[in-house]
């Protein structure tokens, strides 16, 4: 059973910033592509970045210069370095990753959410 938690989501004051994590547990081959989404109240679940397994890298326009993804492969853990945080990135982030479980078979995953709020 492979599972993703995240971490390391609170609550800060505008301009603020916070690293959240998401590791990865259970048996599996190695870990593919990765991403973070957010989903504030009322709103659709949104691609926030994403990191490849050769560690290629793309972002929302509205995240673009205030956040970067980066990961550890030897920890199987994703990092999103969220600075100069703003009222409207509050939301739920979730981590999603695709995993191969042996060397043919891919499988999407999700974590929990960890909530980040962005208020003075």
């Known amino acids: 059973q492979v599972q993703f938690v995240e971490s390391g989501g609170g609550l800060v004051q505008p301009g603020g910033s916070l690293r959240l994590s998401c590791v990865a547990s259970?048996?599996?081959?190695?870990?593919?592509?990765m991403n973070w989404y957010r989903q504030a109240p009322g709103k659709q679940r949104e691609l926030v970045a994403t990191i490849t397994s050769g560690r290629n890298t793309n972002y929302a326009d509205f995240v673009k210069g205030r956040f970067t993804i980066s990961r550890d492969n030897a920890k199987n853990t994703v990092y999103l370095q969220m600075n100069s945080l703003k009222p409207e990135d509050t939301a739920v982030y979730y981590c999603?990753?695709?995993?191969?479980?042996?060397?043919?078979?891919?499988?999407?995953?999700w974590g929990q959410g960890t909530q980040v709020t962005v208020s003075s």
């Open positions: 999603n990753a695709y995993v191969l479980i042996t060397s043919a078979t891919l499988k999407g995953y």
């Open positions: 259970g048996s599996f081959f190695r870990i593919d592509t």
